[in-house]
């Protein structure tokens, strides 16, 4: 009985009384955030996102907004192996779980390849050339060799069975076709 009496003359001591009441409605505060923020965050409810690739970007735009999602379009790139405007790939992927109002991010292929300016490799060797070319993001095509007394040096750049000259723009990743000199034996 006598630790009671002890323990009810300190929680009548004002700085303890104030200590306890901090507590309880620091506690009080803390629970209710918590609840308050399950609530407001969806906590422990997402849906997956739909796979887009294949849609154009309207096609993906109708099926986010029947998911409650919203989509946005951030680049674009040339991939010669997809059909032109649509999408190729999508930020979060498919099927990942996102909560209601996500906004997905998506990549469109261009309809259109990026064009480059050709490089002037004619009087260099083919391994130059080469490496000239595809610096520029070409490829080299047939190689045709011609009687020359510089073995291996462009003597011609084609492109299409045509001539063409240095600065002209070229889709990105096209082959170009050199003629060689055979050198004499």
Same mark, same amino acid.
């Given at each position: 009985m006598g630790s009671f009496l002890l323990l009810k003359k300190i929680c009548r001591h004002y700085i303890v009384k104030n200590l306890l009441i901090f507590f309880v409605v620091c506690l009080l505060l803390y629970i209710s955030t918590l609840i308050m923020l399950s609530f407001y965050t969806l906590h422990g409810e997402s849906m997956p996102v739909p796979d887009l690739k294949g849609k154009t970007a309207k096609e993906a735009e109708v099926l986010l907004h029947s998911h409650l999602l919203r989509g946005k379009l951030i680049d674009s790139v040339y991939l010669a192996t997809a059909k032109p405007g649509v999408i190729v790939s999508q930020i979060p992927e498919a099927h990942s779980d996102v909560k209601e109002n996500r906004t997905i991010y998506f990549v469109v292929n261009a309809t259109l390849p990026e064009m480059v300016r050709? %490089? #002037? !490799? !004619? @009087?260099?060797?083919?391994?130059? *050339?080469?490496? !000239?070319?595809? *610096? $520029?993001?070409?490829?080299? @095509?047939?190689? =045709?060799?011609? %009687? #020359?007394?510089?073995?291996?040096? !462009?003597?011609? $750049?084609? =492109?299409?069975?045509? #001539?063409?000259?240095?600065?002209?723009?070229?889709?990105?990743?096209a082959a170009i076709d050199l003629y060689l000199g055979s050198g004499y034996n």
């Open positions: 050709m %490089p #002037d !490799v !004619v @009087g260099i060797s083919l391994r130059h *050339a080469t490496s !000239v070319i595809e *610096a $520029q993001g070409l490829k080299v @095509g047939k190689l =045709y060799y011609v %009687p #020359d007394i510089a073995r291996n040096n !462009v003597l011609r $750049q084609t =492109y299409k069975g045509k #001539d063409i000259r240095k600065g002209a723009k070229i889709a990105k990743g």
